[in-house]
């Protein structure tokens, strides 16, 4: 079976996690409560409560939006998390919409970025507490850019 669910045997409050093995493709939209490891390849969106986790081997095309992000495989595809983090290996190509960005040397990260104050990401169906709103720079206003406008990068970093 390639989609492995490790619950919460013990009843407690901490996730459990979802695996998609390595060999095993789904293709479609998921939503969980739970963490989310992709060793395999997935082709739709995806939306966790907690954390999602691309393994080196996996592969990911569509949309992300999750607390925690960790890349070490390939995505392609748009991104909301509060916390993104591109590990040594790992390679994203698309829009990321984080509070916190960390590209390790060794990444790749091909597309825009767009910082915002921390928060989680965007609740499924609108629900949560209201989004805050970017912050501008001194610097940014003087030149009349808005922190909020996406910043480019392209290439490997290291």
Do not use: C, W, Y
Not at 46 to 73: F, K, M, P, T, Y
Not at 135 to 142: A, N, P, V, W
């Amino acid at each position: 079976m390639g989609i492995i669910n490790r619950g919460r045997p013990d009843g407690s409050q901490h996730p459990g996690t979802t695996v998609i093995a390595a060999g095993s493709k789904l293709v479609g939209d998921l939503a969980l409560s739970d963490n989310l490891h992709v060793d395999g390849r997935i082709e739709g969106s995806v939306r966790s409560e907690a954390e999602i986790a691309i393994g080196q081997g996996g592969h990911v095309e569509g949309d992300l939006a999750a607390e925690h992000i960790v890349i070490s495989g390939s995505f392609a595809g748009n991104i909301d998390a509060r916390r993104l983090e591109i590990v040594a290996g790992g390679r994203v190509e698309g829009d990321v919409t984080v509070a916190e960005l960390v590209i390790e040397s060794g990444a790749l990260f091909n597309g825009n970025s767009r910082i915002r104050e921390s928060r989680a990401a965007q609740p499924a169906e609108g629900k949560g507490p209201a989004e805050k709103g970017p912050r501008s720079t001194r610097d940014e206003k003087d030149r009349g850019e808005d922190a909020a406008g996406p910043a480019k990068a392209v290439g490997k970093v290291g």
